[in-house]
T-cell receptor
Framework: AQKITQTQPGMFVQEKEAVTLDCTYD???????LFWYKQPSSGEMIFLIY??????QNATEGRYSLNFQKARKSANLVISASQLGDSAMYFC????????????FGTGTSLTVIP | DTAVSQTPKYLVTQMGNDKSIKCEQN?????MYWYKQDSKKFLKIMFS???????INETVPNRFSPKSPDKAHLNLHINSLELGDSAVYFC????????????FGPGTRLTVL
């Protein structure tokens, strides 16, 4: 089974609108971390935000927030007030205690912001 | 100060050649990784390594081998390059603990002709 599933290969959003990128995960480990990365067309991988499995509140970093729904095993990324520079690939990832230092990445979602 | 650096940034070579990609991190992290990203942007873990353990993705051909001279470096050696090896290779590092993120290098675009 896939550890991380991103079901949206491509998404479009109007500039200044909010957008939600979906991510579901699969684990039986009670201790895990969830991460989002951005990869613009220039190619570098940029860490955006993380959420720990025991965190009670959703993580936020500027315009990024992580909508963590533990019972549903989802960790959606919400980008508010989209900007043209948000156009990029976005990857969801998970790290579990039981599998040591391994990270599991989803297949990514390509976001295009329309002016 | 670059946290995770890779050299070279671009590598163009002929089929059958042997090549290496170097990676260095100055973050004091205890684990380093190599990933392959194909043309569809899929990120595939190839290796993870700390000073105690090398974990190899079983699907990685044995033509690929990581070499770690010290904790701050994890180089990737590729023997007998094939056309299918063309991809972007990322080095990354992290500290232990499930809440610590990975830091990625800028990537090396390998083209095999």
């Amino acid at each position: 089974a896939q550890k991380i599933t991103q079901t949206q290969p491509g998404m479009f959003v109007q500039e200044k609108e909010a957008v939600t990128l979906d991510c579901t995960y699969d684990t039986s480990d009670p201790s895990y971390g969830l991460f989002w990365y951005k990869q613009p067309s220039s190619g570098e991988m940029i860490f955006l935000i993380y959420q720990g499995s025991y965190d009670q509140q959703n993580a936020t970093e500027g315009r990024y927030s992580l909508n963590f729904q533990k019972a549903r095993k989802s960790a959606n990324l919400v980008i508010s007030a989209s900007q043209l520079g948000d156009s990029a690939m976005y990857f969801c990832a998970m790290r579990e205690v039981n599998t040591g230092n391994q990270f599991y990445f989803g297949t990514g979602t390509s976001l295009t912001v329309i002016p | 100060d670059t946290a995770v650096s890779q050299t070279p940034k671009y590598l163009v070579t002929q089929m059958g050649n042997d090549k290496s990609i170097k990676c260095e991190q100055n973050l004091g992290h205890d684990t380093m990784y190599w990933y392959k990203q194909d043309s569809k942007k899929f990120l595939k873990i190839m290796f993870s390594y700390n000073n105690k353990e090398l974990i190899i993705n079983e699907t990685v051909p044995n033509r690929f081998s990581p070499k770690s001279p010290d904790k701050a470096h994890l180089n990737l050696h590729i023997n007998s390059l094939e056309l299918g090896d063309s991809a972007v290779y990322f080095c990354a590092s992290s500290q232990g603990g499930y809440l610590n993120e990975q830091f990625f290098g800028p990537g090396t675009r390998l083209t095999v002709l």
